[in-house]
T-cell receptor, first 116, second 119 residues
Framework: GAVVSQHPSWVICKSGTSVKIECRSLDFQATTMFWYRQFPKQSLMLMATSNEGSKATYEQGVEKDKFLINHASLTLSTLTVTSAHPEDSSFYIC????????????FGPGTRLTVL | AQSVSQHNHHVILSEAASLELGCNYSYGGTVNLFWYVQYPGQHLQLLLKYFSGDPLVKGIKGFEAEFIKSKFSFNLRKPSVQWSDTAEYFCAVNCIHMYSGGGADGLTFGKGTHLIIQP
């Protein structure tokens, strides 16, 4: 149990386009999901907290207009990278908080974004 | 804001050696502590976690960690490593905000330790 999926697993896009990444909790409901970013050979950095039915909470330094988050249901959160640029190329990872399992977060496999 | 420090960025050990990876955090309040592992090409997996109670926690695959509150530390240990333990290990913390219903934040990760086990 407690499986989190992400789609797509990798995407290549042109500069200036927008890319949507989906995060799904497959066998549990998650009112809270988190989005992280991981640069090569570095650690994960929390970008934002996605709350079902309300606005996302962004970490300091993360542009909310660039990284649009929507958490429309208890099993789905989406991250849209708008007007992507090469510096947005990264590995984006989501996690879903399993509240009945002592608040443990389960991570998705990540999405590799490359902006040309 | 909280921060997490992992002291060893690269560790190389031989099989059957004992392992200890250091992790220190900075935060004055109540925290949850985690160790995650990322095997090559795979996603993050939870090794173990500490929320409260016995400060010595046992996780999967023979790993354990000890929370020492006075030292703000949560070091990961394994008495005898195997080649299959080669991976990236991340220590992480999130903070409990008692004023907001006890919910916990997203995780703050350390920079990770790349562990290589030589056969």
């Amino acid at each position: 149990g407690a499986v989190v999926s992400q789609h797509p697993s990798w995407v290549i896009c042109k500069s200036g386009t927008s890319v949507k990444i989906e995060c799904r909790s497959l066998d549990f409901q998650a009112t809270t999901m988190f989005w992280y970013r991981q640069f090569p050979k570095q650690s994960l950095m929390l970008m934002a907290t996605s709350n079902e039915g309300s606005k996302a909470t962004y970490e300091q330094g993360v542009e909310k207009d660039k990284f649009l988050i929507n958490h429309a249901s208890l099993t789905l959160s989406t991250l849209t990278v708008t007007s992507a640029h090469p510096e947005d190329s990264s590995f984006y990872i989501c996690s879903a908080r399993f509240e009945t399992k002592a608040d443990t977060q389960y991570f998705g496999p990540g999405t590799r974004l490359t902006v040309l | 804001a909280q921060s997490v420090s992992q002291h060893n960025h690269h560790v190389i050990l031989s099989e059957a050696a004992s392992l200890e990876l250091g992790c220190n955090y900075s935060y004055g309040g109540t925290v949850n502590l985690f160790w995650y592992v990322q095997y090559p090409g795979q996603h993050l997996q939870l090794l173990l976690k500490y929320f409260s109670g016995d400060p010595l926690v046992k996780g999967i695959k023979g790993f354990e960690a000890e929370f020492i509150k006075s030292k703000f530390s949560f070091n990961l240990r394994k008495p005898s490593v195997q080649w299959s333990d080669t991976a990236e290990y991340f220590c992480a913390v999130n903070c409990i905000h008692m004023y907001s219903g006890g919910g916990a934040d997203g995780l703050t990760f350390g920079k990770g330790t790349h562990l290589i086990i030589q056969p």
